[in-house]
């Protein structure tokens, strides 16, 4: 991160919830809608107080659930508008439908999770749960490491899902408690500069609702012995090939940011000290400082594990992960969710999948924590080290470490 | 197109006999008294009266039988016109018209006919008894029936379809400048959207999914008032999508005064994937999720009074309305679709449906004619200014066995539920007339301050 500050930004301090608010400020989006849930609320909040005094232009839409709220924007965004909002948990859970149908109908919806897990048991606190059960629909997914990643992001976030290459939505995955209410030193990037940066609304060219070019969106397809299954299969091909272009317009869109507001992050995977490593630990999200903490405590002792961060989640950037972990004897993945149904985390299944293009096989395990609001801490991520060392030396990899299990 | 087709209309019953409208019609024709120079004879029958005048038929006799072509059909008012100059006084009209609606005249030598007074017939205007009432069922066709149909022929729906009616009604009165919400169910199923990148409709439309038809169209609303322009929201729904699933984005649209016109087209019930129980499937009806068995028999609760619930909400219209009252239909299309420009406005359409309901294709309109007479179904309209009042009221209900005895779908009622239907409609019946009369001493009480 550049120590100096651009000419014409403003610094504060945030939490990323307001940072997130500021991004969507300085995006000019049109329409928010919103539903309170914990540890949302106060990012709409914020949008709220923002556009009633006039600092966001956009109109608030103050719907009676999370349905309505993609529902609202689903409209909005085919009738032109660039469009925002934020859930969590169950809100997300209830906003399932339209948010299972809105990357079909290729709308550039922009829609932080603040992560929280999944109800039962009850809880109200941070993890991946929500976000990571989603993981399959077709939205593009980031998460994000810091407050100011949060707000870089989601301004990116637009861009992204506007590029005609790519006309899908995108999540920008924050960590409920952690980075919601954390507050972090944050640039806040030059109005005219994002503008310049963002580049004119395009969101309906594709698919419109709108009198003067009449269409109707969204006709049935399918059915044995016409023409339907083969429309149906180039709009589902077509939706895949938007996902797979997306993983290098994020890492342009990341470059092009980095060379105009000096913050370059990286795109898909952040490689952090893996040189020479013999072992590798993968995390998510805002854990990584933490980890990362570790890490240097490691290399202080003379241990050769380094760190790969996941930012872009969905797509999966298997290639990328595969190539940077081809040298390693062992890697360890750090999920702060679970799959049900293989008992281990989803990223690791994903990890592990990635690395069947490595070219030789690589011992690899599951480690959770951080599940509903649980801290994880440099110690945490010292046990870890410590097992992947072992895994590296013996090739035994163990069942699916719980992390917090007995904190 | 454009031919009207007008007429007066004779209650029998409510004539006493006082010959008013024909001193009308001799002072406003000849400017004397003289009932023989009037076109509208009040002849004694029996106990009671007949009219003779003329019906200004759609097929009139009497310009047939005219040898001289001095009798027309106008193509633009409907009137039959009679021209002086061209007649040769031989009375052969006299002769092919059944309804005495032509006659000679001994003081003029000429035949004289009813030419409706340019619309504004004087005999109605004199009658004090209600006996006559100037039926101008031709309105609607003249207004509408050169207004582009906005779906294009052929959509698929079953062989005598209401609802098919409905939406092509409708969509010609709201015009082109539209976007239109068809959620699933009978109408995207009769391709309102269509299959596989065809479509027969010609203004934007789309698929809402079943649960947030009201929600989309806000956002779809919404960013074109924010961008200055006036694009009409319109939801033609099911009341499946609308009672049930679809109700929570109803409710909270309504409540937000979100600017739309949400038709709900009731037929009772899921009956485009196989006639299922609705919220709004009446007591005792046969569905296929409420079969008639040794042990069940029909629906066992009430339908839900879906448009009274939108009152609630306080919308800038509701009506409820029928195909066979469709001048009662256009009007309150009309007002729904003025009030959708600064609030929610709320149409709920009864829809007889052939295939669930079980009647003959060909007798959509009689059904739902008899839901009206029979009180089963009640026709009023409310806005927040004016209350709730009655459009159609029906004073003598005919009994509800003429209803139900029509279609399949109660063929299984035994006495004791046809009870249960009377006794709720009654109730229904006596909530609405509530709500009106609350209206009226509304009305006073602010009169009086």
């Known amino acids: 991160m550049s120590a100096i500050l651009k000419p014409k930004s403003k610094l504060i301090v945030c939490d990323g919830n307001e940072a997130a608010a500021w991004a969507v400020s300085l995006a000019d989006v049109d329409m928010v809608a919103v539903y309170p849930i914990t540890p949302q609320s106060s990012l709409v909040e914020y949008l709220a107080k923002f556009i009633a005094d006039g600092r966001l232009g956009a109109e608030i839409v103050d719907v009676e659930g999370e349905h309505s709220v993609l529902s609202v924007l689903q409209g909005a965004c085919l009738a032109g508008a660039r469009t925002y909002t934020a859930s969590c948990g169950p809100g997300l859970a209830f906003m399932f439908e339209p948010y299972l149908r809105t990357p079909g109908l290729r709308l550039p919806l922009v829609m932080t999770i603040v992560t929280r897990d999944t109800l039962t048991p009850q809880s109200v606190w941070g993890g991946h749960q929500d976000a990571m059960s989603v993981r399959e629909v077709g939205w593009v997914q980031m998460y994000c490491e810091s407050v100011q990643e949060v707000l870089d992001t989601t301004i990116m976030a637009y861009r992204i899902a506007e590029h005609r290459d790519v006309m899908l939505p995108v999540n920008i995955c924050h960590d409920g408690n952690y980075l919601s209410f954390g507050a972090a030193r944050c640039e806040l990037p030059d109005q005219g500069e994002v503008r310049d940066f963002l580049g004119a609304k395009d969101v309906n060219w594709h698919v419109a609702l709108d009198p003067q070019r009449p269409m109707a969106v969204d006709p049935l397809t399918g059915g044995a012995g016409g023409p339907g299954p083969s429309t149906f299969v180039r709009y589902r091909k077509g939706q895949c090939s938007g996902m797979q272009n997306s993983l290098e317009v994020i890492s342009e869109v990341h470059e092009d940011w980095g060379r105009r507001f000096g913050r370059y992050h990286a795109p898909l995977i952040e490689s952090y000290r893996m040189e020479g490593a013999d072992y590798a630990m993968i995390t998510i999200g805002s854990m990584t400082g933490a980890a990362k903490d570790a890490v240097d405590e490691a290399r202080a002792r003379g241990e050769k594990v380094g760190l790969l961060k996941v930012k872009t989640y969905r797509p999966f950037p298997a290639q990328a992960l595969a190539d940077a972990l081809a040298q390693v004897k062992a890697a360890g993945v750090v999920d702060r969710s679970v799959s049900f149904g293989w008992n281990c985390g989803p990223l690791f299944q994903d990890v592990i999948a990635a690395m069947y293009y490595a070219p030789r096989r690589i011992p690899a395990m599951s480690f959770i924590g951080g599940l509903a609001g649980a801290d994880l801490t440099i110690s945490h991520f010292e046990r870890v080290i410590g097992r992947i060392k072992e895994l590296a030396r013996d090739g035994h990899a163990a069942e699916t470490v719980w992390l917090n299990e007995k904190d | ?449």
């Open chain 2, 1 to 449: 197109m454009g031919a009207a087709y007008e007429t007066i209309h004779f209650k029998a019953e409510a004539c006493d006999g006082c010959n008013d409208c024909m001193s009308a019609c001799a002072q406003a024709k000849t400017q004397t008294d003289e009932h023989l120079h009037s076109r509208i004879q009040i002849v004694p029958s029996g106990e009671g009266f007949e009219l003779a005048i003329c019906r200004q038929c759609g097929d009139p006799q009497c310009v047939l039988t005219c040898p001289a072509a001095a009798l027309s059909k106008n193509a633009g008012s409907g009137v039959v016109d009679w021209d002086r100059t061209k007649c040769v006084n031989c009375l052969l009209c006299t002769v092919g018209c059944a309804y005495g609606g032509i006659a000679y005249d001994s003081v003029s030598s000429r035949v004289i006919k009813c030419d409706m007074c340019d619309g504004a017939p004087a005999c109605v205007k004199a009658c004090t008894t209600g006996a006559l009432k100037h039926v101008t069922t031709a309105r609607i066709y003249n207004e509408a029936g050169n207004l582009e149909d906005l779906f294009a022929p052929g959509l698929s729906g079953c062989q005598g379809c209401n609802t098919e009616l409905i939406m092509r009604h409708a969509l010609r009165r709201i015009g082109p400048d539209v976007v239109v919400a068809t959620p699933p169910g009978c109408i995207p199923g009769m391709g309102s959207v269509g299959y596989n990148g065809l479509t027969g409709t010609k203004v934007p439309v789309f698929h809402p999914l079943l649960t947030n038809t009201a929600s989309m169209l806000a956002g779809v609303r919404r960013q074109y008032k924010r961008s200055g322009r006036d694009v009409l929201a319109v939801a033609l729904a099911g009341d499946g999508g609308t009672a049930d699933v679809g109700f929570q984005s109803l409710s909270g649209a309504a409540e937000r005064g979100e600017e739309m016109l949400y038709i709900c087209v009731d037929n009772e019930g899921y009956m485009n994937t196989g006639m299922q129980r609705s919220g709004c499937t009446p007591y005792g009806a046969w569905t296929s999720t409420t079969p008639v068995g040794e042990r069940a028999h029909g629906k066992t609760q009430d339908a839900k009074n879906l448009p009274l619930l939108m009152v609630m909400h306080n919308c800038a219209y509701v009506a409820t309305a029928s195909t066979a009252f469709m001048e009662d239909l256009y009007d309150k299309l009309d007002r729904a679709i003025q009030a959708a420009k600064t609030g929610f406005a709320y149409l709920h359409i009864y829809s007889p449906c052939t295939t669930g309901w079980r009647f003959a294709s060909d007798q959509n309109i009689e059904v739902a004619r008899k839901a009206v007479e029979t009180n089963f179904v009640l026709l009023w309209e409310f806005n927040p200014e004016d209350g709730l009042q009655f459009t159609h009221p029906v004073e003598n209900a005919r009994p509800i066995d003429e209803y139900l005895e029509v279609l399949g779908k109660y063929r299984h009622l035994d006495r004791d539920q046809v009870a249960h239907i009377e006794r709720s409609l009654a109730h229904n019946l006596a909530r609405i007339r509530g709500f009106v009369a609350a209206r009226g001493a509304a009305s006073a009480a602010a009169g009086r301050s």
